[in-house]
């Protein structure tokens, strides 16, 4: 497995664009298949998960054409199995929204049970407890997830917790099901939101995503449509980060500011200086961070997907600071390797407090997770010397070259088959 070897202590600086977002294009993805028409998503990003995602649908019969690196046309008319191989659900656990297009449009599903991951056991209840409101039966076989329906049949539907997920994949279900549905304390992430203007850009009737209620008129049918995923606030919000916590300059273009507003507000409190362009976000490090306070909370509060990095940017910071999770139960399995570069933390429960240092060490870490993965990435371009990133696949599931973003931002950071000791030293040689 190939691994970044990084060369840290230069400030980051200059513009990079930003991709389209996984998270939301998952979602459509999984739309594209509740019509027999042609779907054409563009600004797609050319990541590990997505791509899974497409073959998993053309495992079932979907006709996937790739017209370049960021569009596909999809053809859902030639689907002809309801029943998604494990190979796939345990790779990439958004197959589950597989679920929700496959009930929605055939009246039966049958995906593999994704299991719990690194970061939390992510249960399913409240997507089952969805599905059941709208007239399914959902048994668990053989690690199956088995949902049929004779009809499916529109109801009032209120969520235990706030879960993107259960949304998502009960708003896949219900746009194709007979009367009227009513999402109650839905999640109102961007990419909710993005999926129903999709759904509504294929004649679906979705009203008041990205608020506390999600009204469903069902439709019979679904037509073609050709749409653009949003940009990814979580992508562009690693950048930022990665900008703070070099000491650097860094823009981030082709973003939705609105989305980056959580996050922006938490880089004005460690002291940095933002400028918000129409379609641009600029942070610029002030002489050194500040600490500050950070829960993790649902949309529109600070997004977990972004906790790791601000914790990197707390290592540096002056002062004592909290980072609390509140989301997953297990998302500071990274801590640990970020004390071997030098960071103060202790984690209590749900909360990481950090004794901000002037410097963190090169050191070799492992990456346990896709956000944890970039947060060390990070970690190793602030910090003085050399570090090697391994586990850089879980990187991949979500960010398009980035090792390749990073460099045009000015970081010394290379991909390296760990086999390859030549080339380590002659890379290490430079950071003595
Ligand atoms: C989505 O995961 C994202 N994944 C995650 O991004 C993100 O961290 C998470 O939302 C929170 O924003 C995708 O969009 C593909 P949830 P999801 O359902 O949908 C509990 C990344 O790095 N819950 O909103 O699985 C759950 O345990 C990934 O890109 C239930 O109790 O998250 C958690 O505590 C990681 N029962 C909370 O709700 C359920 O049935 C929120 O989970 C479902 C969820």
Redesign the pocket.
Known sequence: MEQYIIRGGKPLRGIVDICGA???A??LIAASILTTEPVIISNLPDVS?INLLLDAIAQIGAVVERIDRHTVKIIGATVNSCTLNYEYISKI??SY?LLGSLLGRFHKAEVAMPGGCV???????????GFEALGATVDLEDGQVKAKADELVGNHIYF?????????NVMLAAVLAEGSTIIENP?K?P?VVDLANMLNSMGAHVRGAGTDVIRIRGVKSLHATEYTVIPDQ?EAGTFLFAGAATGGDVTVNNVIPKHLESITAKLEDLGCFIEEYDEAVRVVAGTRLQSTQVKTL??PGF???MQPQMTVALTLAEGISTVTES???NRFKYAGELARMGARIKIESNTAIITGVEKLKGAQVSAP???AGAALTIAGLAAEGCTQVGGIEFIQ??YEDFDVKLRSLGGDIRKIDPQNQNEIEKFKQKCS
Do not use: C, S
């Not at 970061?119 to 407890?129: C, E, L, T, V």
């Not at 235990?160 to 998502?168: E, L, P, R, S, Y």
């Open positions: 996984k998270n939301a998952l979602a998960d656990r958004a929204y970061i939390g056991a992510r249960p399913i209840d409240q997507h089952i407890k235990d917790v706030v879960t993107v997920g259960a949304t998502i999640a992430e990419h979580i649902p949309y997004p977990t997907d989301i997953f139960e997770d896709l956000r599931r979500g």
